[in-house]
C-alpha cells in the first residue's frame, strides 16, 4: 500500500507496511501517514483474491504483533484515523474527496490487521495491543486504555452522523464492516461468548447513548438499498501504471475513491449477483443482526435488542415508554416495502422473523396491510423450493407462517386474497386461487418432503400448527387445496396400516403393498385395492380393541421379534417400526385440521366435503381405532349424513350435482349434532437459550453472505462449513 502499490501480490514487501510493522516507532505527525494512506486499493469480491488479501495481511500482522510493545505503531494508526474522523462531517459537505480518501483508507488498513489479530489472539492480548505506546519496551500508559472504546464510539458515530454521499458510500461501508469484525471473535469460539470485552464497550459507556439512532441508521441502510456508485463517477482522472492505481499526493490527484471499495472493481468484472445488490444495505443489516443476538450482560438486558423490539412507526403519535429508553421511530410501509422485496436472502427473512416475532408494533402493522400477499407469496416460494434453501431458511420461513396463522383476521383475509397464475407453483396449473388455498398446498408440500427426504419432527410439527391455527378459518377451498388435505391424510392412514402389517405379519413380504407405496405421487393417487388392506379390514375392529387395551404391550412385543428376527439385540429397528409413532401423531393432527373445518365452516367448504366422501372407504376403518375414534365421530357423522343424501338422489352423479347436493345438506346438517372439541390454536414460543441456536446461524450468514470479508474456515469453531 502506499503511494507505490496498489496490488496484492506486492503487499507483503510493500515499504511502508514494512515500517508501519517494523522495529521504528512512528509518531502521530510523521509525514509517513499521508504516504502509506495515499493508496487506491480494488478491494476483492472473490473468494480467491480475498484469500490472497488474508495471507498478506497475515505476514504484515506478524510483525506488528512482535513489534508493536515496543513502537505502539498500531495504536498511532489508529489515533491518525480518529484525528481525521472528526472532520468527516465536514469534508464530505465540503465535497473534500482527499481527506475522506485517505481517512476511508486509515480504516480500511486498521480493518485488516483487526480481522487477523481477532483470529489469532485473546481479546485480553488484543486489548493490550491497543495500550501500547511509543515508550520503553514492554511499557504503556493508563491514557490509552480506552482507545477500543474510542474507536468503536468513533465507528458508530461515523455511521449515524455522516451524510450518506457518493463520496461518504465507501468510509461508511467501511465502518460497518470493521464493527462486524470486532464482534467476530464469536467466530473463533465453539462456546457462545457471554462476556465478552467488545460486547461490554458496546452495551455501556460511550457507546451506549448511540444505540437507538444506531439500529435506526442500519435499518435505514437496508430500507433504502443504496448501491455502492459506479466505478466512472471519479471526479479526476486516473493513472495507471504496470496495472496499479498510482495517486500522487503533491500532484493533487487525490480522488480515484471509488476504486478503494466498488464491487468489481477496475479491472475485474463483478459477478451478476454481487452486481445487482446493495454492499451497503447488506452488511448493515448482518451488523443489526449481530448486534441484535449479543446475550444480555449480567447486569444489562441487550440494549440493541431492546431498540428492535420497541421502536415505532414515524405516523405513531402516542408517547414512548419509559420502560423503553432506546425507542426510535421509523417509517413502517418503507420497511414493509424493504422486506416484501428482499425475502430472498437468509438475513432478510430473520430479521423479518425478529421483528414479527419480538415487536408487537411491526407485527400489528403488518397484520393491518390490505396487501398481505405481498409478504407472503415471497414467504411461501421459500418453503416451495425447500430443496434448494438451507434448512434454517426454511425454519425461519415456516416459523413466521405460524406466527401470522396465530391472529385469525389473517386466517379469514387469506382467502379474500384472490390470486391469478402462480408461474412457481409447477405441481398443477393455477390460474385463479386463494391466497389461503396456496398457503395449504405449499405447507402439505413442505411436509410431505421432510416426510420422505429430512425427516425433522420440528418441522412437520410446525407445520401442521400453521394449518391447525388456520383450519377454522377455512374458507371456499380450492378443489385441489381440499383435495390435498385428505390425499395426505390418506397416504398416512394407508402407512399406517403399511407399518401395522409389517409389525404383526413381518415375514408376510407383501410385495404388492410395498410397491404401492414406494410409487404412490405426490398428487395422493388412490390406492383403493390394496392386499394387506383388504386383509386388516376383515380383522380391523378386533385389532383395533386389541391395540386400545395392550398397545404398548403389544408394540414392545412386536418389537423385540423383530429385533430376535435381525438377529441381534444391537440391530436398529426397521424404519417403518419407528415411524409408527410419527405416523400417529401426523394422522390425528391431519384429522383435527379436517374436524376443525368441518365444524366452524362446513357450509363455505364443498369442495373439502367432496373429497372427504371420495375417500370415504379409508376413513372408515379408523372409526373405531383408539387414537382416533373420538375426532372420527364428526367426520364419520358427516360421511354418514351426505353419503344418504347422495344416495337418495341417485346414480351417476354429475360433479356439479354432487356438490348442490353437499351445499343444500351443509345448510340441513344440524350443527349441535357436531361434537365441539377446543378451538385448535397453537402459538410460537422459542426454545430456551435461543441464542445457541441463532448466534451461530447470524455468524454462518456473516462468513457467507458479507461483501469482501473472508475468514479462513479452517478457523472457525462456531459451526461446521456445512452448517451456513
Not at 675 to 694: D, G, H, N, S, T
Request: hydrophobic share 40%.
Amino acid at each position: 500500500m502506499g503511494a507505490n502499490s496498489s496490488s496484492i501480490s506486492e503487499l507483503p514487501e510493500n515499504e511502508y507496511l514494512k515500517k508501519l510493522s517494523g522495529a521504528e516507532p512512528i509518531s502521530e505527525n510523521d509525514p509517513f501517514w499521508n504516504q502509506l494512506l495515499s493508496f487506491s486499493f480494488t478491494t476483492p469480491t472473490n473468494s480467491a483474491d480475498l484469500k490472497l488479501l488474508e495471507e498478506a495481511t497475515i505476514s504484515v500482522c506478524k510483525s506488528l504483533v512482535e513489534k508493536n510493545p515496543r513502537t505502539g505503531n498500531l495504536g498511532s494508526l489508529i489515533k491518525v484515523f480518529l484525528s481525521r474522523t472528526k472532520e468527516l462531517k465536514i469534508s464530505a459537505e465540503c465535497q473534500n474527496h482527499l481527506f475522506i480518501w485517505q481517512a476511508h483508507n486509515a480504516l480500511f488498513i486498521i480493518c485488516c490487521l483487526l480481522k487477523v489479530f481477532i483470529s489469532r489472539m485473546s481479546e485480553e492480548e488484543l486489548q493490550l495491543h491497543f495500550t501500547y505506546e511509543e515508550k520503553a519496551p514492554g511499557s504503556y500508559g493508563t491514557e490509552c486504555e480506552d482507545l477500543i472504546e474510542e474507536l468503536l464510539c468513533c465507528l458508530i458515530q461515523l455511521i449515524v452522523e455522516i451524510p450518506l454521499l457518493d463520496i461518504t458510500y465507501s468510509i461508511s461501508l467501511e465502518a460497518v464492516t470493521t464493527l462486524i469484525v470486532f464482534l467476530s471473535c464469536q467466530l473463533f469460539h465453539k462456546e457462545i461468548l457471554r462476556e465478552s470485552i467488545i460486547h461490554k464497550y458496546l452495551m455501556h459507556g460511550r457507546c451506549l447513548p448511540y444505540t437507538s439512532r444506531l439500529v435506526k441508521t442500519l435499518l435505514y441502510n437496508f430500507i433504502r438499498q443504496e448501491r455502492s456508485p459506479p466505478p466512472g463517477t471519479h471526479v479526476f482522472q486516473q493513472q495507471t501504471d504496470g496495472g496499479g492505481l498510482l495517486y500522487g499526493i503533491a500532484s493533487g490527484v487525490a480522488t480515484g475513491l471509488w476504486t478503494v471499495f466498488t464491487l468489481g472493481g477496475v479491472g475485474s468484472k463483478p459477478s451478476p449477483q454481487l452486481e445487482q445488490c446493495s454492499p451497503l444495505a447488506n452488511q448493515s443489516l448482518l451488523l443489526l443482526l449481530v448486534l441484535a443476538n449479543l446475550t444480555d450482560a449480567p447486569d444489562t438486558p441487550n440494549p440493541y435488542r431492546q431498540a428492535i423490539m420497541s421502536f415505532k412507526n414515524t405516523q405513531d403519535s402516542t408517547a414512548f415508554s419509559s420502560s423503553s429508553p432506546h425507542a426510535f421511530q421509523i417509517n413502517f410501509n418503507s420497511l414493509y416495502t424493504a422486506l416484501c422485496e428482499q425475502q430472498k436472502s437468509d438475513q432478510a427473512t430473520l430479521l423479518l422473523y425478529m421483528l414479527l416475532h419480538q415487536n408487537g408494533n411491526v407485527r400489528t402493522y403488518v397484520l393491518a396491510r390490505t396487501d398481505i400477499e405481498n409478504l407472503v407469496l415471497p414467504i411461501l416460494e421459500i418453503l416451495y423450493h425447500v430443496e434448494e434453501r438451507n434448512s434454517h431458511h426454511v425454519y425461519m420461513a415456516l416459523i413466521i407462517l405460524l406466527i401470522l396463522t396465530e391472529d385469525d383476521g389473517f386466517n379469514r383475509s387469506i382467502h379474500e386474497v384472490i390470486l391469478k397464475n402462480i408461474t412457481w407453483y409447477a405441481e398443477r396449473v393455477l390460474t385463479e386461487i386463494s391466497l389461503g388455498s396456496l398457503l395449504i398446498l405449499v405447507v402439505i408440500r413442505t411436509i410431505q418432503y421432510n416426510m420422505t427426504r429430512t425427516r425433522d419432527k420440528y418441522l412437520h410439527t410446525n407445520c401442521l400448527a400453521a394449518l391447525a391455527n388456520m383450519s377454522a378459518q377455512f374458507r371456499s377451498l380450492h378443489q385441489y387445496a381440499a383435495q390435498r388435505i385428505i390425499s395426505y391424510t390418506c397416504r398416512h392412514l394407508r402407512r399406517y396400516v403399511y407399518v401395522l402389517d409389517k409389525l404383526y405379519f413381518p415375514h408376510s413380504h407383501c410385495s404388492t403393498l410395498q410397491h404401492c407405496f414406494s410409487t404412490l405421487s405426490d398428487n395422493g393417487e388412490e390406492l383403493l385395492s390394496l392386499t394387506c388392506s383388504h386383509i386388516l379390514r376383515s380383522y380391523a375392529a378386533s385389532l383395533f380393541s386389541l391395540l386400545s387395551k395392550k398397545h404398548n404391550k403389544v408394540l414392545e412385543q412386536a418389537t423385540q421379534s423383530l429385533r430376535g428376527s435381525l438377529g441381534s439385540n444391537d440391530s436398529p429397528l426397521p424404519d417403518y417400526a419407528q415411524d409408527l409413532n410419527v405416523i400417529e401423531e401426523v394422522i390425528r393432527m391431519m384429522l383435527e385440521i379436517i374436524n376443525s373445518c368441518l365444524t366452524n365452516s362446513l357450509h363455505h367448504n364443498p369442495n373439502l366435503v367432496y373429497a372427504l366422501l371420495y375417500k370415504r372407504d379409508l376413513f372408515e376403518q379408523f372409526r373405531t381405532h383408539p387414537s382416533f375414534q373420538d375426532i372420527m365421530q364428526n367426520i364419520d357423522l358427516v360421511i354418514s349424513f351426505f353419503s344418504s343424501r347422495l344416495e337418495q338422489a341417485g346414480a351417476e352423479l354429475s360433479v356439479e350435482r354432487v356438490l348442490e347436493i353437499i351445499k343444500q345438506g351443509a345448510v340441513a346438517l344440524p350443527k349441535d349434532r357436531l361434537r365441539k372439541f377446543p378451538e385448535l390454536k397453537f402459538k410460537y414460543v422459542e426454545e430456551e437459550q435461543p441464542e445457541e441456536f441463532f448466534i451461530p446461524y447470524v455468524w454462518s450468514l456473516v462468513y457467507n453472505s458479507a461483501v469482501a470479508l473472508y475468514w479462513n474456515p479452517h478457523d472457525i469453531q462456531l459451526f461446521t462449513m456445512d452448517s451456513g
